[in-house]
Each structure stands twice: as structure tokens, then as C-alpha cells.
């Protein structure tokens, strides 16, 4: 049962190009809805979070677009730079035990 | 603040042992979460602890697999008598409340021969 699908599988972007991953939930439960990023060898990290009352939530480069009605989430990578090359995963929280259910993740590389 | 700690980062274990995985979370956690990774498939909700509490395991599987968080010491996750499908890297996440950010170990790869 996968509640939150995502997509691509793989994202190539050239340096300084604009990087969008999407995903799509289920459960009109969830209400928090968090981007993580995993480099090799590490555990994920919380990069940016949005929560169904806005439809736009921007921190630096990234910016999270919500859409509810459609039940859709996207992250954007402004100006992408070989750093950011990683594992994306896109995350929703919410329901009876309120646990944090995963994407499948996109893997990023960024092209000097 | 120390992150969260997870031992051993690496484990190899022959078909039909035991592994046990321990998992600190950060100090003033007391929500611990175990999921499992494997390539290409993400990260697999497996259960979700609170102290000496199993909140939510519906990723479990149903045999072989156990998991607790006691009062005192680690979280352990522990799989009996593992098989090849086990090989997978598993994570440890802890948090102040059950909402919100989860803040993740290294992870423990385990491998089955």
C-alpha cells in the first residue's frame, strides 16, 4: 500500500538549473508534510516542511508548492548546484498514530 | 546535544542468528521510530515506540521481528533467525513530540550471508 507516491525515480539538472520532484497522497488525514535529504552513508535530514494551510512555503532555494484539492506536493530547487545531488524524499504525517509515511525518494544529480 | 545514536553501524550476520539493533534517540526524546531501507524502495515504516510503549507496529512483520523502548537504555529493534530478504539498512528516528520534524540516525546496515 503506497500512500504517498513520488516522482521522478531520478532527476538530471544541470548546475544553476531548477530542480521539481513531485509526489501525491492518499490520506486526507496527513497534515504535515515534510522534504528529507539523504546523502550516501547517512541517515535523512529535514530539509523544508509545509502544512496544508498555506500553498506555498519557500526557505532559500527551496520552495514547497501545495496543492490540496489535488492532493499534490512538489518540491523546487532554484539555481541547483552539484551539492544538492542526493536522495529526495517527500513525507506525510497524520492519521490515528500520526506516523511520518515515505515516498519511494528521487535521486538528484546535479551537472557541473 | 548528541543526534541520535545508532550501534553497530555495520552487522553481518549468517542466516538463522540473531540481530539486535540498538538505537539512542537524542536527550528529551521519547518517540523512537524504526524504519527500513532498501534500494530503491525508500523508507518503510516499521514501528513507532514511545517509552516501554509500542505505539504503532503495523510495518512489523508479523514473525521474527520484535521491538521495545524500555525506560532505561536503547531501543532495540531485533530480528530472530534472519534470512537474505533482512539485508537492508535500518533507521532509528526520535522526536520530542509525535509531530513535526523526526531526527534520524546513521543507520545500521545489516547484511545476511
Known amino acids: 500500500q503506497q500512500q504517498v507516491k513520488q516522482s521522478p525515480q531520478s532527476l538530471i539538472v544541470q548546475k544553476g538549473g531548477i530542480s521539481i520532484i513531485n509526489c501525491a497522497y492518499e490520506n486526507t488525514a496527513f497534515d504535515y508534510f515534510p522534504w528529507y535529504q539523504q546523502f550516501p552513508g547517512k541517515g535523512p535530514a529535514l530539509l523544508i516542511a509545509i502544512r496544508p494551510d498555506v500553498s506555498e512555503k519557500k526557505e532559500g532555494r527551496f520552495t514547497i508548492s501545495f496543492n490540496k484539492s489535488a492532493k499534490q506536493f512538489s518540491l523546487h530547487i532554484m539555481d541547483s548546484q552539484p551539492g544538492d545531488s542526493a536522495t529526495y524524499f517527500c513525507?506525510?504525517?497524520?492519521?490515528?498514530?500520526?506516523?511520518?509515511?515515505f515516498g519511494t525518494g528521487t535521486l538528484l544529480a546535479v551537472q557541473p | 546535544n548528541a543526534g541520535v545514536m545508532q550501534n553497530p553501524r555495520h552487522l553481518v550476520r549468517r542466516r538463522g542468528q540473531e540481530a539486535r539493533l540498538r538505537c539512542s534517540p537524542m536527550?528529551?526524546?521519547?518517540?523512537v521510530y524504526w524504519y527500513r531501507q532498501l534500494p530503491e524502495e525508500g523508507l518503510k515504516f516499521m514501528v513507532y515506540?514511545?517509552?516501554?510503549?509500542?505505539?504503532?507496529e503495523s510495518g512489523m512483520p508479523k514473525e521474527r521481528f520484535s521491538a521495545e523502548f524500555p525506560k532505561e537504555g536503547p531501543s532495540i529493534l531485533r530480528i530472530q533467525q534472519v534470512v537474505r530478504g533482512d539485508s537492508a539498512a535500518y533507521f532509528c528516528?526520535?522526536?520530542?513530540?509525535?509531530?513535526?520534524?523526526?531526527?534520524f540516525g546513521e543507520g545500521s546496515r545489516l547484511t545476511v550471508l
Open positions: 515506540l514511545q517509552k516501554e510503549n509500542i505505539i504503532d
Open positions: 513525507a506525510a504525517q497524520g492519521g490515528a498514530t500520526n506516523k511520518l509515511i
Open positions: 536527550k528529551g526524546h521519547s518517540h
Open positions: 528516528a526520535s522526536s520530542p513530540l509525535n509531530t513535526g520534524e523526526l531526527f
